[in-house]
């Protein structure tokens, strides 16, 4: 294992991926943290414990978590309204941990042990059916999270970038039914919602035709 400041940073880091830190990975954080551009209070998965054990190996002074990046919580766990489910993917993507199973067309779900209530999910879906749920009431910060969660979150999310590397692009592997340069996020939400509407027109339609008398 690499003995550099940004890698025993990077153990002392929740894993959580979420980037509030303002950085986009955890990595880039410890990175940050060690290369002097970031303060080490920026992590609100990490709690005023995980400020402290930034405090210790970087000889930083102990500061609150600095309310631009959040605020300290319990922990939370990605949940979807399968019933709003539109089958758009991009939750997929999103996932850091990919911790969300499902396919094309077809409902998702979170499967919880791989979800670090990192919220990246959230802004991705274009029908707002995915919400969170407190899942460590009372509870934040390490007190919610182990470091052997974090060690798991660390490696899924590991072997994410790896897949998703030798994958086309998002743009190149557009849905069948969404124009493949609708470039603008907005516009391709937009184009994503009204693909599963007009799949679903066709298919009541379809329905109701069967339903007729001969």
Not at 26 to 40: D, K, L, M, T, V
Not at 157 to 176: D, F, G, L, Q
Request: contains cysteine; proline residues 9%.
């Amino acid at each position: 294992m690499v003995n550099t400041p940004a890698a025993r940073i990077l153990e002392a880091l929740p894993q959580t991926q979420c980037t509030r830190c303002g950085y986009p990975d955890c990595a880039g954080y410890a990175q940050a943290i060690a290369s002097g551009e970031a303060g080490i209070h920026q992590c609100p998965p990490g709690g005023a414990e995980g400020v402290q054990r930034l405090s210790r190996l970087t000889g930083q002074p102990a500061q609150p978590i600095d309310p631009r990046f959040g605020t300290e919580g319990p922990r939370a766990l990605a949940v979807i309204d399968e019933a709003w489910c539109i089958g758009c993917t991009l939750c997929l993507d999103a996932c850091p941990t990919d911790a969300i199973l499902g396919i094309h067309k077809r409902m998702h779900t979170v499967i919880e042990a791989h979800c670090t209530g990192c919220e990246l999910c959230i802004p991705a879906c274009p029908v707002d059916c995915i919400s969170l749920e407190v899942a460590t009431p009372g509870r934040s910060g390490w007190q919610a999270w182990s470091q052997a969660e974090a060690d798991h979150a660390r490696a899924r999310y590991e072997a994410h970038c790896m897949r998703h590397a030798k994958k086309p692009s998002p743009r190149s592997a557009a849905a069948p039914d969404v124009p493949a340069d609708t470039a603008n996020p907005s516009e391709r939400k937009r184009a994503i919602v009204d693909a599963a509407l007009a799949r679903a027109r066709a298919a009541a339609a379809s329905k109701a035709k069967d339903r007729k008398p001969p």
